[in-house]
C-alpha cells in the first residue's frame, strides 16, 4: 500500500482522523487542503462552490505527492474530500494500492462543525454543494466507511483492523 486517502465532506473530521491514524502508522501525513492553488482558496472563501475544472490541477497535486511518496518507500495518509468518483480514480491512478476510508455523517451532524470551526476557508455554506457533489464510494471501491458520530479513536481501531484484515 502506498497511501490511504481519509474522504468525506467539508467538515466531516478527515484532518483530525488522517493525522491522528499517520501518527499511530508512523506514516506521512498530506492535508490536500494546502495544496489547493490560492485561485480555488479564494473562490471558497467568497463562498463560490469548485468547479470539476478548478479541482483537477488540485487532484493532480495530490496524487504526485502520493507517488512521491511511493518513489521515496514511504506511505502517506492524505485528508482529501475526494467526493466523486473519478476523484479518486485520479488520486489513485488506477493502482489498487491506493485505499479510501469514508467518513460518513450527516448534513445535519455536520453543519453545526462547520459553524463553529475557525481560521478555515471553506464557510458552512458551500457544505450543501458538498453533499450534492459527493458520489459516496461503490462496492467496487472497497472503501472502509465509517460513522463520523464514533469516537476517533473507534474509527481508527476499525481503520487499522481493515487494513490488517486486507493484508491478510
Not at 484532518?15 to 498530506?30: C, K, M, Q
Not at 490541477?57 to 466523486?84: H, T, Y
Request: aromatic share 6%; with cysteine; charged share 30%.
Amino acid at each position: 500500500m502506498i497511501a490511504i486517502v481519509v474522504m468525506g465532506v467539508s467538515g466531516c473530521g478527515k484532518t483530525t482522523v488522517a493525522s491522528a491514524l499517520a501518527r499511530r502508522l508512523g506514516w506521512d501525513f498530506v492535508e490536500a487542503d494546502a495544496l489547493h492553488p490560492a485561485a480555488n482558496v479564494e473562490k471558497m472563501r467568497a463562498g463560490t462552490p469548485l468547479t470539476d475544472d478548478d479541482r483537477w490541477p488540485w487532484l493532480d497535486a495530490i496524487a504526485a505527492r502520493i507517488e512521491a511518496g511511493r518513489e521515496e518507500g514511504r506511505v502517506s495518509v492524505v485528508a482529501c474530500s475526494a467526493l466523486k468518483k473519478r476523484y479518486r480514480e485520479r488520486l489513485s491512478g488506477g493502482r489498487g494500492d491506493v485505499r479510501f476510508v469514508y467518513l460518513k455523517g450527516e448534513y445535519d451532524t455536520i453543519l453545526p462543525r462547520l459553524a463553529a470551526r475557525s481560521g478555515h476557508y471553506m464557510p458552512a455554506s458551500l457544505l450543501k454543494s458538498q453533499f450534492e457533489a459527493l458520489e459516496e464510494p461503490a462496492g467496487d471501491e472497497h472503501a472502509v466507511t465509517l460513522d463520523i458520530k464514533a469516537p476517533v479513536l473507534d474509527l481508527l481501531d476499525r481503520v487499522t483492523a481493515e487494513l490488517a484484515a486486507h493484508r491478510r
